[in-house]
């Protein structure tokens, strides 16, 4: 009997001690779990708080290298322009036009540029510099102030390239402006020479593949940006967050000439083939195709021709010399591929078109009366009047 109460003990006094320990146990794991969600929710309040908040990455060294390399352009042209009475009948009896038709006028612009070559070539806008005949001078940030030759302007898409006999110049190393991303960091530097010297604003890349409306320049493939673009600013350097070179600054979007928060840049790789060509030939030499009139397609249009949407460059009128009507191709068709490529509108198949090598065939998709088509026709080169000494 006592024997049996003993063992009952025994049994009952080890149920409960391991019953402790399960529940001591259990305790710590609940404790641990709810440490571990605490900590978890900690650190994606954290991460959170981080990506909403939205902070630039540290960009001083890019925009330290960015300003050495960033002289201040000036440029003085003579403009020629009719005299206030030029028109008036009694001054033209007494006088003629030789004593007051025309008048000369000395006319200065400021700007930027960015020194692309230890030895010296430098780009800025064709805007800053005026015309070909204008004498320009570049003040580099160590204060070094020396006159440039001209070697070409390029009115297409506003640039211009510079020469000053100097070497072992700071440069800006070229970044590939096709891998920019939309809302990617980017910094605006300029040195506008007026009240200021550098100056260097931040933003983010807004768009790609912007057009200006003709407003500037013709070639419609522009990167936007809302880093503050002041006039002095033009020509300078629109750099990513690494430092490299991935646009030169060229306008302002403004009504009032104030900055609003739109600022347009030529990309960079657009930069480097203008620069190449005006140095190699003091042009740049673009490709066209003989005899054909584009414009728009337009809902109406698509609906008429039965497209299926406005993709595409519509081909308005054409001659029937042409070797493009040898080929093929006829008025109302619609130009929907460039050598395998889709073509989106009129102004992207002309970028294209400028791009491709002169001499040789282009593939083009044709769409025409719901079917379509295709035809190769010869790239020539685009005539254009030489702009540079």
Do not use: C
């Not at 005949?133 to 070409?152: N, T």
């Amino acid at each position: 009997m006592v024997r049996r109460l003993l063992l009952l003990i025994t049994f009952v006094s080890i149920g409960f001690v391991a019953g402790m320990v399960l529940t001591g146990r259990m305790q710590s794991a609940n404790e641990a779990a709810a440490r571990a969600q605490r900590d978890g929710a900690a650190a994606t309040d954290q991460r959170g708080r981080e990506v909403l908040s939205g902070a630039p990455p540290d960009l001083t060294a890019a925009a330290q290298r960015a300003i050495q390399s960033v002289p201040n352009i000036s440029s003085t042209q003579i403009v020629r322009e009719r005299a206030p009475f030029a028109n008036d009948p009694f001054y033209q009896f007494f006088f003629g036009d030789e004593a007051f038709g025309y008048r000369q006028r000395r006319e200065q612009s400021l700007g930027s540029g960015v020194v692309v070559s230890s030895d010296g070539y430098v780009l800025t806008n064709n805007h800053v510099v005026g015309n070909a005949r204008a004498e320009v001078m570049v003040l580099l940030p160590d204060k070094r102030e020396m006159r440039a030759r001209i070697v070409g302007v390029d009115q297409d898409t506003d640039i211009a390239v510079l020469k000053v006999d100097a070497t072992n110049l700071p440069t800006l190393p070229w970044g590939d402006s096709s891998q920019l991303k939309v809302a990617e960091w980017v910094l605006a530097v300029g040195n506008p020479f007026g009240l200021l010297s550098q100056t260097v604003t931040l933003g983010i890349v807004s768009a790609t593949g912007r057009s200006l409306e003709g407003r500037l320049a013709t070639y419609e493939d522009f990167i936007q940006t809302d880093a503050a673009i002041n006039r002095g600013n033009s020509g300078g350097a629109l750099i990513n967050a690494r430092g490299e070179l991935v646009g030169i600054n060229t306008a302002i979007f403004s009504e009032t000439g104030g900055y609003q928060g739109i600022g347009f840049a030529v990309p960079s790789n657009l930069v480097r083939h203008v620069m190449n060509e005006l140095i190699a030939h003091g042009e740049v030499r673009r490709g066209t195709i003989a005899g054909i009139g584009l414009m728009p397609l337009t809902t109406r249009l698509a609906e008429q021709l039965g497209a299926p949407d406005t993709r595409g460059a519509l081909v308005a009128e054409m001659s029937e010399r042409s070797a493009a009507y040898r080929a093929g191709v006829r008025p109302g068709d619609i130009i929907v591929g460039f050598n395998g490529t889709t073509v989106e509108d009129t102004s992207h198949f002309m970028r294209l078109l400028s791009d491709a090598p002169i001499g040789e065939d282009a593939r083009l998709g044709l769409f025409r009366n719901g079917r379509r088509l295709e035809a190769e026709v010869p790239i020539v080169q685009r005539s254009s009047v030489r702009r540079s000494r």
